[in-house]
């Protein structure tokens, strides 16, 4: 699932609109779309959607023997 693809579902999940998610994260909702359209989403660009939608983002590495990078 691509991270556009995810945000979606954050969107349906967290009942509301990509428009106004654009809107809380003080964007346009068509610069926001053009973020989704191209998959250009920096880390903190998804820490802001996590916090704006009130979920929690992880992001790590975890290497074969189960260590966190």
């Known amino acids: 699932m691509t991270i556009s693809e995810q945000i ?11 428009a106004e998610l654009a809107r809380r994260l003080g964007k346009s909702p068509q610069s926001f779309n ?9 880390v903190n660009d998804l820490e802001k959607i996590a916090e704006v ?15 966190k990078v």
């Open 8 to 18: 979606k579902v954050l969107c349906v999940r967290c009942s509301i609109s990509e």
């Open 53 to 67: 939608l009130g979920v929690e983002f992880s992001r790590k590495f975890i290497l074969a023997d189960g260590e």
């Open 34 to 42: 053009s973020k989704m359209k191209r998959e250009s989403f920096t």
